[in-house]
């Protein structure tokens, strides 16, 4: 019976890690083309390693395209867009879950509908908007139209209801005002939430690309999204070029992978624990 | 001198019922006052509305003789202590107790004193880095008092700060709390379900029972002479014995027999005897004779419990007398002290007394 | 438990981060509503109100009707084998111990990385020169279609990169999901000498319900969203084989400047959301177990 048991795991097992490489793969290949020369490409592409290693290839992809302006773009605007993101998002968590006023039930409602709302339907008057502010083909302006994030709003509020009323009462009494009672006390008590959103929003604004398409077209005010794929294009499908692409691509994923293995155990548990519903 | 009045002060939830419809009291400088009721009847209202956590919906709040209906609770400058202690679970003891003293502006130097010295009143000295988690349910309740404490507040509201504290340890804590309050000469308003509570700390008791002050009094007044048939059955363990006796030929009479009671007023025709089971022992020759029922021990005495005529009855004895189920046994009742009731409005009559 | 707060706190914590809720998302929504009754250009200063004459002309195009098929069919195609891959991968990997932590973050992996250099990862993928996925077609004698050429092929690379980034990210909530559901049920089911197959239609599938719902609900809006992967692998083509409504958005408002068009399609594709949104929530009622 143990036996038995034993046999079922390891194969479960290998059927898994089957699974987990191909998911892998991807991102394996990409990073051993990276230094493959194109001759190698050619000759066995599926050989996971290189005859030589060609570190060239990033050399030429960054003189090809200015990748570590597109990666430094992105990291500011994407910290600034996370921390505003959440300090906006706590205040509105604490106004909805603390404070009774006209119109609450009916913010929340809002709030609920935008986050089913397909972001395509604001586009285009928000391109007109960021035009009237002069703010196209600005980062500022990519930072300013993504300051709302409905998503960490409803997780933040779901979790500040879970806040005792008297601790929140206790600090009122011990003369806590409510902009200190929100940040002294309900948001360190809720401090992993806090990560986990910031964790959630940071990789969907690092990543987003179709909206900073539209609004960003000079290279040096590019994210790494926008600037990869027009790097990826100005090269076209030519087999020659795959290695150099491919090198440009690892600079862009790297960055997210490394993130990925330090926080790994984060990462899993905030979105596990993001599928709170409304 | 009252240090907080309530005038005519009416509650009501939002779409609740009415919590509070005219609420009067006062409670005196410097005394323990104790506010005792069941479950659900308001106590815990009407202590947020003192420290000013919830709004009235009428009447007027005065402290120290200022009226302070919109005076939100972190103005008031009075220390609550809360059912469930309320600590913040991310401070340590020490910054738990003085974050009332940071949230109004007090020099670290300042803060770190007076958290020693409440720590050493309470004897939390050894755990002041330590966290809530980390603390027994008797530890988080003194730093909950320790919070209060700092605050050198003149009034200290406590919503059954003791009701998750097992047996023995409450009663540590009720000594610990009278003789905190004997050292600080603080006005304090405890509220409680449990009457020995009220009963052993309280320099005066309020009995609250839906949302109306049913006696105010020293735990003496209101164990002697309850004010209505509510507080008589609430107040004592087992409670008041209340016997129901009709007129007969103008005489108030219970199991046939003439009472002999006094100054009742004519128009009474039934009444309703409180008698505490201390106040009735038995007797060989008395014509009133209960059946016993059952018998609790209680070590150093026992209550019989029984029925007379149809009537429950129990009474206190604390000779080593055998009792056994079935058995009359006749009684005699201590005519010092007079407790009769009307039926109709439960209300003490005041004159009415044994001849 | 809440107070009223005075006006200038309340404006304090609602007034200044609802501002950009309001202008980049309330309020555009509104204008797109307005503007799809308009013949805006964009470039030109002035326009015409023409009714529902965006509205006709769309829903009767041969593009969109087109479109709408391929988004249903993406859609369909994408979301139930996520949903159903996610659910046994998490089956399997609630039997691991050790090595549950490990091959979880595997298969979470592509979630985190940008769909954008993906996609163009896969491009090379798919290609059939030097790409890895034909030759070992070749090698097993299996057919080795021109992916990104073929119309019918084009679609399901689509599919293939859509169900690669998410299939772990479903797996991780079916994880979850299950390993909330108290052992005493899987006890009370073995006592029962339920088959596995009878466990899992019996037991896992009813209990897993909400997260079921809560997936295909996110992942519908994913897809009717989708567009990294379309516009790397295929640019809505050949022949417009992958242009999706959101797609066909994109060309309308931003390479052909029918402003009008395309927030009169922006509206369909957000009517549509909503309604598969509520028929999920609808048919939830019936079939999930809170
Ligand atoms: N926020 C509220 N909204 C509506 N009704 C409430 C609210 N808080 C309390 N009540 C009602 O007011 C009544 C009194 O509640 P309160 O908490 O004061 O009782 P209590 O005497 O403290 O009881 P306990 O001994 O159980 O703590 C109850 O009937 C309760 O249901
Ligand atoms: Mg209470």
Redesign the interface.
């Known amino acids: 019976m143990k036996h038995m048991e034993r046999i079922?795991?390891l194969v479960?097992?290998t059927?898994?890690?089957l699974?987990?490489?191909l998911?892998?793969y991807?991102?394996i290949?990409?990073l051993v083309?990276s230094v493959k020369s194109t001759s190698d490409?050619?000759s066995d592409?599926?050989r996971l390693i290189p005859t030589a290693f060609h570190w060239e290839n990033f050399a030429n992809a960054l003189a090809a395209a200015p990748f570590l302006t597109y990666l430094w773009n992105s990291t500011w605007t994407t910290t600034i867009i996370v921390v505003l993101q959440l300090?906006?998002?706590s205040?509105?968590a604490?106004?909805l879950?603390?404070?009774?006023?006209f119109g609450r039930r009916g913010?929340f409602a809002?709030?609920l509908g935008?986050y089913?709302?397909?972001?395509?339907?604001?586009?285009?008057?928000?391109y007109?908007?960021l035009g009237k502010l002069n703010l196209l083909n600005s980062l500022w302006g990519l930072v300013?139209?993504?300051?709302?994030n409905?998503f960490s709003i409803l997780l933040l509020r779901q979790a500040f209801l879970k806040v005792?009323?008297?601790?929140i009462?206790?600090?009122?009494?011990?003369?806590?005002?409510?902009?200190?009672i929100?940040w002294?006390?309900v948001v360190?008590?809720n401090?992993n939430t806090l990560l986990n959103a910031a964790l959630i929003s940071f990789?969907g604004s690092?990543?987003d690309?179709?909206w900073p398409s539209?609004i960003l077209n000079d290279k040096h005010n590019m994210v790494?999204?926008v600037g990869?794929?027009q790097f990826?294009n100005s090269l076209g499908?030519f087999?020659k070029s795959?290695p150099i692409?491919?090198a440009g691509?690892a600079l862009?994923?790297i960055p997210?992978?490394v993130?990925?293995v330090i926080l790994?155990?984060y990462?899993?548990h905030s979105?596990?624990t993001a599928?709170v519903?409304g | 001198m009252a240090i907080i009045e309530l005038k005519h002060v009416r509650k009501q939830y939002d779409k609740g019922e009415t919590i509070f419809n005219d609420l009067n009291l006062s409670i005196q400088e410097g005394d323990f006052t104790v506010i005792v009721g069941p479950s659900g009847c308001g106590k815990s209202t009407l202590l947020r509305i003192m420290a000013g956590l919830e709004q009235v919906s009428g009447g007027e709040i005065y402290i120290a003789d200022k009226l302070e209906n919109d005076v939100p609770a972190k103005k008031r400058n009075i220390a609550m202590v809360f059912q469930n202690y309320a600590l913040y679970p991310h401070m340590t003891v020490a910054k738990n107790i003085g974050f009332g003293l940071k949230m109004r502006g007090a020099k670290k130097a300042v803060i770190k004193e007076k958290v020693q010295n409440a720590a050493e009143m309470l004897d939390l000295t050894a755990y002041l880095d330590k966290y809530p988690a980390d603390l027994s349910g008797g530890q988080m309740q003194r730093v909950a008092l320790g919070r209060a404490i700092v605050r050198d507040s003149k009034i200290y509201l406590m919503d059954e700060p003791l009701s998750n504290l097992d047996a023995k340890l409450r009663a540590t804590m009720r000594v610990e709390l009278t003789k905190l309050h004997r050292q600080m000469q603080a006005t304090t308003v405890y509220v409680t379900h449990d009457q020995t509570e009220a009963m052993t700390m309280a320099d005066r008791i309020i009995v609250l029972y839906e949302g109306v002050i049913q006696q105010t009094g020293t735990a003496d007044e209101i164990y002697t002479h309850p004010a209505n048939t509510f507080v008589a059955s609430f107040i004592g363990i087992p409670p008041m014995n209340l016997l129901q006796a009709s007129r007969q030929d103008g005489e108030f009479c219970l199991a046939g027999q003439p009472l002999n009671i006094s100054k009742v007023p004519a128009d009474q025709t039934d009444l309703i005897i409180g008698l505490r089971p201390e106040d009735i022992s038995p007797t060989f020759d008395s014509p009133i004779a209960m059946t016993v029922d059952v018998v609790e021990n209680m070590g150093a005495d026992q209550y019989v419990h029984g029925t007379l005529g149809a009537q429950p009855i129990v009474f206190r004895d604390s000779s080593h007398t055998h009792y056994h189920q079935g058995q009359s046994v006749g009684l005699h009742f201590n005519r010092h002290i007079s407790n009769f009731y009307d039926p109709q409005t439960t209300q003490r009559l005041e004159e009415a007394t044994w001849q | 438990m809440a107070i009223k707060p005075n006006k200038w706190t309340l404006l304090l914590f609602l007034a200044i981060p609802l501002i950009p809720l309001a202008v980049f998302w309330i309020f555009p929504l509104l204008v797109s509503i307005w503007l799809s009754f308009t013949d805006w250009d964009y470039i030109s200063p002035t326009f015409h109100y023409v009714g529902l004459n965006n509205y006709t002309q769309l829903l009767s195009s041969h593009d969109f009707q087109a479109a709408v098929g391929h988004t249903l069919y993406y859609t369909v195609f994408s979301v139930i084998p996520i949903i159903v891959i996610g659910f046994l991968l998490a089956v399997l990997l609630n039997r691991l111990k050790y090595t549950y932590k490990f091959i979880q973050s595997l298969l979470f992996a592509p979630w985190v990385t940008p769909m954008i250099g993906m996609a163009i990862v896969w491009s090379w993928i798919f290609n059939s020169q030097i790409g890895p996925l034909n030759q070992v077609l070749h090698a097993l004698h299996l057919p080795a279609p021109q992916w990104l050429s073929n119309p019918q092929a084009a679609m399901w690379t689509i599919i293939i990169v859509t169900i690669w980034k998410n299939v772990g990210w479903a797996a991780l909530f079916y994880g979850d999901a299950i390993s909330k559901i108290p052992r005493s049920l899987f006890e009370a089911a073995d006592v029962e000498s339920l088959s596995i197959w009878q466990k899992i239609t019996h037991v896992l599938i009813p209990l897993v319900s909400p997260t079921t719902l809560f997936l295909f609900i996110v992942e519908i809006l994913d897809c009717l969203q989708a567009y990294d992967q379309i516009t790397v692998l295929t640019q809505g083509g050949p022949a417009g084989a992958t242009r999706t409504l959101l797609y066909l958005y994109y060309e309308l408002g931003f390479k052909q400047f029918q402003m009008g068009s395309a927030t009169a399609l922006s509206i369909v594709i957000l009517v549509v959301a909503a309604i598969l949104s509520f028929i999920a929530i609808r048919l939830s009622r019936h079939h999930v177990y809170y």
Do not use: H
């Open positions: 079922q795991r479960i097992f059927i898994l890690l699974c987990g490489v998911m892998v991807p991102m290949w990409m083309s490409v050619f592409s599926l300090l906006f998002a205040m509105v604490y106004a879950t603390q404070f009774e006023f913010l809002i709030i935008t089913m709302l397909p972001s395509a339907t604001t586009y285009i008057p928000s007109v908007i300013i139209s993504n300051l709302a409905v005792p009323k008297e601790v009462e206790a600090a009122r009494s011990d003369g806590a005002s409510e902009w200190s929100l002294r006390i360190p008590m401090r990789v690092f990543n690309y179709l539209l790494i999204s990869l794929n990826s499908s087999e795959f692409v491919m691509t862009a994923v997210l992978i993130v990925y790994q155990r990462f899993v979105v596990q599928s519903k």
